[in-house]
Protein backbone atom coordinates (compact mmCIF):
# COMPACT_ATOMS: atom_id res chain seq x y z
CA UNK A 1 0.00 0.00 0.00
CA UNK A 2 0.88 3.72 -0.52
CA UNK A 3 1.53 5.98 1.50
CA UNK A 4 -1.81 8.26 0.98
CA UNK A 5 -3.56 5.21 1.74
CA UNK A 6 -1.92 3.99 4.93
CA UNK A 7 -2.35 7.81 6.37
CA UNK A 8 -5.95 7.42 5.20
CA UNK A 9 -6.39 3.51 6.64
CA UNK A 10 -4.66 5.11 9.95
CA UNK A 11 -7.11 7.89 9.63
CA UNK A 12 -10.20 5.47 9.81
CA UNK A 13 -8.48 3.58 12.43
CA UNK A 14 -8.85 6.45 14.53
CA UNK A 15 -12.26 7.80 13.72
CA UNK A 16 -13.58 4.40 14.75
CA UNK A 17 -12.29 4.34 18.53
CA UNK A 18 -13.22 7.82 18.56
CA UNK A 19 -16.69 6.65 17.77
CA UNK A 20 -16.66 3.88 19.64
CA UNK A 21 -15.78 5.93 22.99
CA UNK A 22 -19.10 8.61 21.65
CA UNK A 23 -20.98 5.24 21.71
CA UNK A 24 -20.20 4.32 25.01
CA UNK A 25 -20.75 7.75 26.72
CA UNK A 26 -23.72 8.15 29.05
CA UNK A 27 -24.27 10.84 27.54
CA UNK A 28 -25.05 10.27 24.03
CA UNK A 29 -26.99 6.98 25.40
CA UNK A 30 -30.58 8.99 25.89
CA UNK A 31 -29.86 10.31 22.18
CA UNK A 32 -31.67 8.27 20.08
CA UNK A 33 -31.23 10.04 16.84
CA UNK A 34 -27.21 10.84 17.68
CA UNK A 35 -26.79 7.22 18.90
CA UNK A 36 -28.12 5.66 15.93
CA UNK A 37 -26.33 7.74 13.40
CA UNK A 38 -22.93 6.95 15.37
CA UNK A 39 -24.05 3.02 15.01
CA UNK A 40 -24.40 3.60 11.49
CA UNK A 41 -20.59 5.72 10.93
CA UNK A 42 -19.08 2.63 13.17
CA UNK A 43 -20.85 -0.12 10.76
CA UNK A 44 -19.44 1.27 8.07
CA UNK A 45 -16.22 2.17 9.59
CA UNK A 46 -15.81 -1.54 11.06
CA UNK A 47 -15.34 -3.28 7.93
CA UNK A 48 -12.31 -1.18 6.76
CA UNK A 49 -10.91 -1.45 10.50
CA UNK A 50 -11.69 -5.29 10.43
CA UNK A 51 -9.79 -5.77 7.05
CA UNK A 52 -6.81 -3.50 7.74
CA UNK A 53 -6.01 -5.19 10.87
CA UNK A 54 -6.30 -9.29 9.19
CA UNK A 55 -3.85 -7.44 6.56
CA UNK A 56 -1.18 -6.24 8.93
CA UNK A 57 -1.82 -9.60 11.12
CA UNK A 58 -1.07 -11.42 8.05
CA UNK A 59 1.52 -9.39 7.07
CA UNK A 60 3.49 -10.37 10.63
CA UNK A 61 2.57 -14.20 10.00
CA UNK A 62 4.32 -13.84 6.34
CA UNK A 63 7.42 -11.83 7.75
CA UNK A 64 7.76 -14.93 10.54
CA UNK A 65 7.32 -17.17 7.56
CA UNK A 66 9.84 -15.57 5.51
CA UNK A 67 12.29 -15.41 8.49
CA UNK A 68 12.01 -19.04 9.43
CA UNK A 69 12.90 -19.91 5.36
CA UNK A 70 15.84 -17.84 5.64
CA UNK A 71 16.92 -19.54 8.92
CA UNK A 72 15.72 -23.09 8.00
CA UNK A 73 17.95 -26.16 6.41
CA UNK A 74 15.32 -28.98 6.61
CA UNK A 75 14.21 -29.32 3.35
CA UNK A 76 10.67 -30.67 4.63
CA UNK A 77 10.27 -28.06 6.78
CA UNK A 78 11.27 -25.90 4.22
CA UNK A 79 8.54 -26.85 1.77
CA UNK A 80 5.85 -26.75 4.29
CA UNK A 81 6.36 -23.16 4.97
CA UNK A 82 6.74 -22.54 1.03
CA UNK A 83 2.98 -23.80 1.13
CA UNK A 84 1.73 -21.68 4.11
CA UNK A 85 3.53 -18.73 2.22
CA UNK A 86 2.16 -18.75 -0.85
CA UNK A 87 -1.38 -19.25 1.22
CA UNK A 88 -1.43 -16.19 3.27
CA UNK A 89 0.41 -14.20 0.24
CA UNK A 90 -2.83 -15.02 -1.38
CA UNK A 91 -5.38 -14.23 1.47
CA UNK A 92 -3.56 -10.85 1.85
CA UNK A 93 -4.17 -10.44 -2.15
CA UNK A 94 -7.94 -11.18 -1.45
CA UNK A 95 -8.20 -8.97 1.55
CA UNK A 96 -6.31 -5.62 -0.08
CA UNK A 97 -8.67 -6.43 -2.64
CA UNK A 98 -11.86 -6.56 -0.77
CA UNK A 99 -10.75 -3.04 1.06
CA UNK A 100 -9.95 -1.39 -2.21
CA UNK A 101 -13.36 -2.06 -2.65
CA UNK A 102 -14.04 -0.46 0.62
CA UNK A 103 -12.15 2.21 -0.22
CA UNK A 104 -13.95 3.57 -2.73
CA UNK A 105 -16.27 7.23 -1.72
CA UNK A 106 -19.73 5.53 -1.69
CA UNK A 107 -22.56 7.14 -3.43
CA UNK A 108 -25.14 8.18 -0.62
CA UNK A 109 -27.81 6.90 -3.07
CA UNK A 110 -26.12 3.31 -3.61
CA UNK A 111 -28.15 1.26 -0.92
CA UNK A 112 -31.69 3.46 -2.24
CA UNK A 113 -34.59 1.85 -3.97
CA UNK A 114 -35.46 3.03 -7.24
CA UNK A 115 -38.27 4.82 -9.46
CA UNK A 116 -37.77 4.57 -13.31
CA UNK A 117 -39.49 6.32 -16.26
CA UNK A 118 -39.16 4.61 -19.46
CA UNK A 119 -40.53 7.06 -22.32
CA UNK A 120 -40.70 6.15 -26.06
CA UNK A 121 -38.22 8.41 -27.99
CA UNK A 122 -37.55 8.86 -31.71
CA UNK A 123 -39.24 6.17 -33.78
CA UNK A 124 -42.94 6.52 -32.95
CA UNK A 125 -44.70 3.43 -32.51
CA UNK A 126 -41.81 1.00 -33.20
CA UNK A 127 -39.90 2.97 -29.78
CA UNK A 128 -43.20 2.57 -28.28
CA UNK A 129 -42.73 -1.15 -28.97
CA UNK A 130 -39.38 -1.10 -27.61
CA UNK A 131 -40.53 1.05 -24.51
CA UNK A 132 -42.69 -2.04 -23.42
CA UNK A 133 -39.57 -4.63 -24.00
CA UNK A 134 -37.59 -2.94 -22.13
CA UNK A 135 -40.33 -2.09 -19.19
CA UNK A 136 -40.69 -5.92 -19.48
CA UNK A 137 -37.06 -6.67 -19.18
CA UNK A 138 -36.71 -4.53 -15.71
CA UNK A 139 -39.64 -6.73 -14.93
CA UNK A 140 -38.07 -9.98 -15.62
CA UNK A 141 -34.38 -8.43 -14.10
CA UNK A 142 -36.72 -7.37 -10.31
CA UNK A 143 -37.66 -11.07 -10.47
CA UNK A 144 -34.29 -12.58 -11.12
CA UNK A 145 -33.40 -10.27 -8.17
CA UNK A 146 -35.81 -11.14 -6.04
CA UNK A 147 -36.36 -7.36 -5.96
CA UNK A 148 -40.60 -6.00 -5.31
CA UNK A 149 -41.69 -4.63 -8.67
CA UNK A 150 -44.86 -1.99 -8.56
CA UNK A 151 -45.87 0.02 -11.63
CA UNK A 152 -46.61 3.39 -10.72
CA UNK A 153 -48.37 4.67 -14.04
CA UNK A 154 -48.10 3.99 -17.27
CA UNK A 155 -49.69 5.06 -20.69
CA UNK A 156 -49.33 3.01 -24.11
CA UNK A 157 -50.22 3.46 -27.19
CA UNK A 158 -53.47 0.74 -27.90
CA UNK A 159 -50.57 -0.96 -30.39
CA UNK A 160 -48.80 -3.25 -27.46
CA UNK A 161 -46.59 -0.52 -26.87
CA UNK A 162 -45.79 2.28 -24.16
CA UNK A 163 -45.42 5.65 -24.77
CA UNK A 164 -44.31 6.28 -20.97
CA UNK A 165 -44.21 4.33 -17.76
CA UNK A 166 -42.80 4.68 -14.12
CA UNK A 167 -42.50 2.02 -11.70
CA UNK A 168 -40.89 1.33 -8.44
CA UNK A 169 -38.39 -1.58 -7.68
CA UNK A 170 -37.34 -1.85 -3.78
CA UNK A 171 -34.95 -4.46 -2.64
CA UNK A 172 -31.24 -4.75 -1.75
CA UNK A 173 -28.64 -2.34 -3.44
CA UNK A 174 -31.59 -1.33 -6.20
CA UNK A 175 -30.27 1.71 -7.53
CA UNK A 176 -26.45 1.06 -7.09
CA UNK A 177 -27.30 -0.80 -10.13
CA UNK A 178 -30.37 0.09 -11.98
CA UNK A 179 -28.60 3.66 -12.08
CA UNK A 180 -26.61 2.65 -14.73
CA UNK A 181 -30.06 2.07 -16.77
CA UNK A 182 -30.48 6.03 -17.37
CA UNK A 183 -29.70 7.71 -20.14
CA UNK A 184 -30.72 6.84 -24.38
CA UNK A 185 -31.55 3.37 -25.37
CA UNK A 186 -31.07 2.76 -28.99
CA UNK A 187 -32.66 -0.34 -31.17
CA UNK A 188 -32.23 -0.76 -34.84
CA UNK A 189 -34.44 -3.69 -36.46
CA UNK A 190 -36.71 -3.99 -39.10
CA UNK A 191 -40.33 -3.46 -38.01
CA UNK A 192 -43.17 -6.10 -38.60
CA UNK A 193 -44.82 -3.10 -40.75
CA UNK A 194 -42.04 -2.49 -42.83
CA UNK A 195 -42.24 -4.36 -46.37
CA UNK A 196 -38.70 -3.65 -48.20
CA UNK A 197 -36.76 -5.37 -45.60
CA UNK A 198 -35.27 -1.99 -44.39
CA UNK A 199 -33.70 -1.65 -40.42
CA UNK A 200 -35.48 1.35 -38.77
CA UNK A 201 -33.46 3.02 -35.65
CA UNK A 202 -35.61 4.26 -32.84
CA UNK A 203 -35.19 5.37 -29.14
CA UNK A 204 -36.21 5.33 -25.66
CA UNK A 205 -35.05 6.87 -22.65
CA UNK A 206 -34.47 5.73 -19.32
CA UNK A 207 -34.46 8.14 -16.03
CA UNK A 208 -33.39 6.39 -12.73
CA UNK A 209 -34.10 8.46 -9.54
CA UNK A 210 -33.57 7.23 -5.65
CA UNK A 211 -36.11 6.27 -2.86
CA UNK A 212 -34.38 6.94 0.32
CA UNK A 213 -36.05 6.37 3.26
CA UNK A 214 -35.28 9.42 4.97
CA UNK A 215 -35.84 12.03 2.41
CA UNK A 216 -36.75 15.17 3.73
CA UNK A 217 -38.01 17.86 1.34
CA UNK A 218 -40.56 20.52 2.35
CA UNK A 219 -43.28 21.27 -0.50
CA UNK A 220 -45.86 23.92 0.26
CA UNK A 221 -49.66 22.96 -0.77
CA UNK A 222 -50.37 26.26 -2.65
CA UNK A 223 -47.15 25.45 -4.82
CA UNK A 224 -49.22 22.16 -6.14
CA UNK A 225 -52.00 21.81 -8.69
CA UNK A 226 -54.16 18.68 -8.07
CA UNK A 227 -55.97 16.96 -10.92
CA UNK A 228 -57.92 13.97 -11.04
CA UNK A 229 -59.37 11.53 -14.03
CA UNK A 230 -60.12 7.93 -14.87
CA UNK A 231 -57.69 5.32 -14.69
CA UNK A 232 -56.71 4.32 -18.30
CA UNK A 233 -56.24 0.07 -18.84
CA UNK A 234 -55.20 -1.66 -22.37
CA UNK A 235 -56.13 -0.13 -25.24
CA UNK A 236 -56.80 2.98 -23.70
CA UNK A 237 -60.11 1.94 -21.70
CA UNK A 238 -61.23 2.71 -18.07
CA UNK A 239 -60.60 0.69 -15.57
CA UNK A 240 -62.64 2.23 -13.12
CA UNK A 241 -65.86 4.18 -13.36
CA UNK A 242 -65.07 6.38 -10.84
CA UNK A 243 -61.96 9.09 -11.48
CA UNK A 244 -59.05 8.13 -8.84
CA UNK A 245 -56.29 8.61 -10.66
CA UNK A 246 -54.28 12.05 -9.86
CA UNK A 247 -51.71 14.27 -11.45
CA UNK A 248 -49.63 16.56 -9.44
CA UNK A 249 -47.75 19.33 -10.66
CA UNK A 250 -45.09 21.28 -8.96
CA UNK A 251 -45.49 25.17 -10.10
CA UNK A 252 -41.79 26.57 -8.66
CA UNK A 253 -40.34 23.54 -10.31
CA UNK A 254 -42.48 22.64 -13.55
CA UNK A 255 -42.50 18.92 -12.31
CA UNK A 256 -45.38 16.97 -13.19
CA UNK A 257 -46.31 13.69 -11.74
CA UNK A 258 -48.90 10.78 -12.01
CA UNK A 259 -50.13 7.79 -10.62
CA UNK A 260 -53.17 5.50 -11.23
CA UNK A 261 -51.76 2.27 -9.90
CA UNK A 262 -54.77 1.67 -6.57
CA UNK A 263 -58.16 2.38 -6.52
CA UNK A 264 -58.04 4.71 -4.20
CA UNK A 265 -57.58 8.22 -5.08
CA UNK A 266 -56.02 9.15 -1.69
CA UNK A 267 -53.88 6.23 -1.90
CA UNK A 268 -52.62 7.50 -5.38
CA UNK A 269 -52.41 11.25 -4.17
CA UNK A 270 -49.86 9.83 -1.41
CA UNK A 271 -48.00 7.75 -3.62
CA UNK A 272 -47.69 10.77 -6.56
CA UNK A 273 -46.44 12.81 -3.48
CA UNK A 274 -43.31 10.37 -2.65
CA UNK A 275 -42.64 10.43 -6.05
CA UNK A 276 -42.88 14.66 -6.35
CA UNK A 277 -40.65 14.42 -3.16
CA UNK A 278 -38.40 12.00 -4.89
CA UNK A 279 -37.80 14.00 -8.02
CA UNK A 280 -37.44 16.93 -5.96
CA UNK A 281 -34.72 15.68 -3.89
CA UNK A 282 -33.31 14.54 -6.55
CA UNK A 283 -33.02 17.08 -8.43
CA UNK A 284 -31.55 19.09 -5.55
CA UNK A 285 -28.86 16.49 -5.18
CA UNK A 286 -27.38 16.76 -8.21
CA UNK A 287 -27.24 20.50 -8.29
CA UNK A 288 -25.19 20.47 -5.23
CA UNK A 289 -23.11 17.14 -6.71
CA UNK A 290 -22.89 19.55 -10.67
CA UNK A 291 -19.45 19.22 -10.29
CA UNK A 292 -19.09 15.50 -9.87
CA UNK A 293 -22.35 14.37 -11.68
CA UNK A 294 -24.74 14.88 -14.81
CA UNK A 295 -27.89 16.42 -14.11
CA UNK A 296 -31.11 14.65 -14.79
CA UNK A 297 -31.64 16.57 -18.00
CA UNK A 298 -28.16 14.95 -19.40
CA UNK A 299 -29.35 11.80 -18.28
CA UNK A 300 -32.12 11.73 -19.98
CA UNK A 301 -31.39 13.29 -22.75
CA UNK A 302 -34.03 14.22 -25.51
CA UNK A 303 -34.24 10.93 -26.92
CA UNK A 304 -33.20 11.41 -30.08
CA UNK A 305 -31.33 8.56 -31.86
CA UNK A 306 -27.55 10.01 -31.93
CA UNK A 307 -27.47 9.95 -28.33
CA UNK A 308 -27.33 6.68 -26.38
CA UNK A 309 -25.63 4.37 -23.37
CA UNK A 310 -26.60 1.29 -25.21
CA UNK A 311 -27.52 -0.05 -28.88
CA UNK A 312 -29.62 -3.51 -29.39
CA UNK A 313 -28.80 -4.58 -32.62
CA UNK A 314 -31.45 -7.37 -33.62
CA UNK A 315 -30.36 -8.21 -36.91
CA UNK A 316 -27.28 -9.33 -35.55
CA UNK A 317 -28.07 -10.28 -31.66
CA UNK A 318 -26.05 -7.67 -30.32
CA UNK A 319 -25.95 -5.56 -27.38
CA UNK A 320 -23.04 -2.86 -27.00
CA UNK A 321 -22.58 -0.33 -24.26
CA UNK A 322 -20.90 2.35 -25.37
CA UNK A 323 -19.92 4.11 -22.36
CA UNK A 324 -17.43 0.54 -21.78
CA UNK A 325 -17.22 -0.60 -25.41
CA UNK A 326 -18.86 -3.99 -24.51
CA UNK A 327 -20.81 -6.05 -26.69
CA UNK A 328 -22.42 -9.19 -26.18
CA UNK A 329 -24.34 -11.75 -28.95
CA UNK A 330 -27.53 -12.77 -27.40
CA UNK A 331 -29.58 -10.09 -27.24
CA UNK A 332 -32.67 -12.53 -26.64
CA UNK A 333 -31.12 -13.42 -22.78
CA UNK A 334 -30.49 -9.90 -22.48
CA UNK A 335 -34.04 -8.65 -22.92
CA UNK A 336 -35.40 -11.46 -21.45
CA UNK A 337 -33.21 -9.90 -17.88
CA UNK A 338 -30.29 -11.14 -17.85
CA UNK A 339 -28.65 -7.63 -17.88
CA UNK A 340 -25.63 -8.54 -15.31
CA UNK A 341 -23.28 -8.92 -17.76
CA UNK A 342 -23.22 -5.37 -18.69
CA UNK A 343 -24.02 -4.08 -15.14
CA UNK A 344 -21.06 -5.50 -13.55
CA UNK A 345 -18.54 -4.41 -15.59
CA UNK A 346 -20.10 -0.79 -15.30
CA UNK A 347 -20.19 -0.52 -10.85
CA UNK A 348 -16.60 -1.93 -12.32
CA UNK A 349 -15.78 0.64 -14.56
CA UNK A 350 -17.52 3.29 -11.93
CA UNK A 351 -15.03 1.73 -8.70
CA UNK A 352 -12.15 2.85 -10.94
CA UNK A 353 -13.48 5.86 -11.79
CA UNK A 354 -13.97 6.77 -7.96
CA UNK A 355 -10.91 5.43 -6.95
CA UNK A 356 -8.54 7.04 -9.61
CA UNK A 357 -10.83 10.57 -8.48
CA UNK A 358 -10.17 9.39 -4.77
CA UNK A 359 -6.23 9.80 -5.55
CA UNK A 360 -6.16 13.22 -7.20
CA UNK A 361 -8.27 14.86 -4.87
Known amino acids: MDEATLEKLNSIEKRYNEVEELMADPENASNVQKITKLAK ?3 ELKKVVLLYKNINSKNIELGDIKKMLDDESDHELIEMAEIDYEKIKAEIDELTAELEDQLIPKDIRDKADAIIEVRAGT ?3 EASLFAGEIYRMYQRYAELQDWKFSLVDINDNGLGGIKEVTFEINGSGVYRKMK ?3 GTHRVQRVPSTESQGRIHTSAITVAVLPKLEDIDVTINPEDIRTDIFHS ?6 NVNKVATAVRLTHSPSGIVVTCQRERSQ ?6 AMDLLKVRLWDLEYEKQQSEHSKNRKDQVGSGDRSEKIRTYNFPQGRVTDHRINVSIHNLDEFLNGSIDK ?4 LIRNEQIKKLAEDENN
Open 41 to 43: EHS
Open 123 to 125: GGD
Open 180 to 182: HEA
Open 232 to 237: GGAGGQ
Open 266 to 271: SQNRII
Open 342 to 345: ILDQ
